[in-house]
């Protein structure tokens, strides 16, 4: 598993290194860092390293005079379970692991997708070609007239050939949304159909794209906690292009 290491504010902002397991890659401020940024006076030299040790990376300080933050709190070593920002001397870097998307979403189950046919034809060609149980969120004439374009709920079982070319081909391209739930397929098709349309403050009526990635990451971060619950229903978590499911919210909702 690889992992990546950016510098997302300060004197090198947008600056990253790809590390394999096998390297070992040490920051700070000289020539005895692997990767020096002389331009911050506050870092140490060298100020941190980050290793993969028995398969797992860690962060490690390396006795720096100013510290290494993680949330506010100088720590001295952690392992890298998922993305995060260290700060380390006035630099923030953000470091973030590669993530098995197949091996994660395949653990996920009963698993459904929302495809949508707009963002390329691709989603068609493999639809036309799939075992798995699919059908257009739209009906009637709708779903003819807007086949091209239209957004498709497609069932995805454990070992589907089909998830495996969704996640090779279309993953961080916004097809679609991948979800949790143990309802049946038409109980699912008829819970997200409603949210298909929605009214302006004049009664304007307006297709709703909630099914791409980065208009429901944008919709639900707006959303009050009724509005979440609403909107997730029997779903217990849902993957918009991120590695991080958004089901917290769906959590968070339900408790309320």
């Known amino acids: 598993m690889r992992i990546t290491v950016k510098i997302k504010d300060g004197p090198q902002a947008g600056k990253q290194t790809e590390l394999a397991p096998s390297a070992r890659l040490r920051?700070?401020?000289?020539?005895?860092?692997?990767?020096?940024?002389?331009?911050?006076?506050?870092?140490?030299?060298?100020?941190?390293?980050?290793?993969?040790?028995?398969g797992a990376w860690v962060l490690r300080d390396l006795d720096s005079a100013?510290?290494?933050?993680?949330?506010?709190?100088?720590?001295?070593?952690?392992?890298?379970?998922?993305?995060?920002?260290?700060?380390a001397g006035r630099t923030t870097f953000l470091?973030?692991?590669?993530?098995?998307?197949?091996?994660?979403?395949?653990?996920?189950?009963?698993?459904?997708?929302?495809?949508?046919?707009?963002?390329?034809?691709r989603v068609l060609e493999l639809l036309?070609?799939?075992?798995?149980?699919?059908?257009?969120?739209?009906?009637?004439e709708s779903a003819v007239h807007l086949a091209a374009c239209a957004p498709y709920l497609v069932e995805l079982p454990r070992k589907s050939r089909l998830l495996r070319k969704l996640v090779r081909e279309g993953w961080g391209q916004s097809w679609g949304v991948f979800f949790v739930c143990d309802?049946?397929?038409?109980?699912?098709?008829?819970?997200?159909r409603?949210?298909?349309?929605?009214r302006d403050e004049s009664g304007a009526e307006y297709y709703f794209r909630?099914?791409?990635p980065r208009v429901v990451r944008v919709y639900l971060s707006a959303?009050?906690?009724?509005?979440?619950a609403e909107f997730y229903g029997p779903v217990s978590a849902i993957w918009a292009d991120e590695s991080k499911a958004l089901g917290e919210q769906a959590e968070a909702a339900r408790a309320c």
């Open 210 to 212: 909630f099914y791409d």
């Open 66 to 87: 100013n510290g290494t933050f993680l949330a506010g709190r100088r720590v001295t070593r952690m392992p890298v379970e998922g993305a995060c920002e260290i700060v």
């Open 183 to 192: 309802r049946p397929f038409e109980e699912v098709r008829k819970h997200f």
């Open 223 to 228: 959303c009050d906690a009724k509005e979440r």
């Open 128 to 140: 036309a070609g799939a075992v798995e149980r699919f059908e257009c969120l739209y009906s009637g």
């Open 194 to 198: 409603q949210f298909l349309k929605v």
């Open 27 to 54: 920051v700070g401020r000289g020539g005895a860092s692997d990767w020096a940024i002389a331009e911050d006076g506050y870092l140490s030299n060298p100020h941190f390293e980050v290793v993969c040790e028995e």
């Open 95 to 121: 470091l973030a692991p590669e993530v098995n998307v197949l091996a994660m979403l395949e653990r996920s189950q009963p698993l459904f997708a929302i495809l949508d046919a707009a963002r390329t034809p």
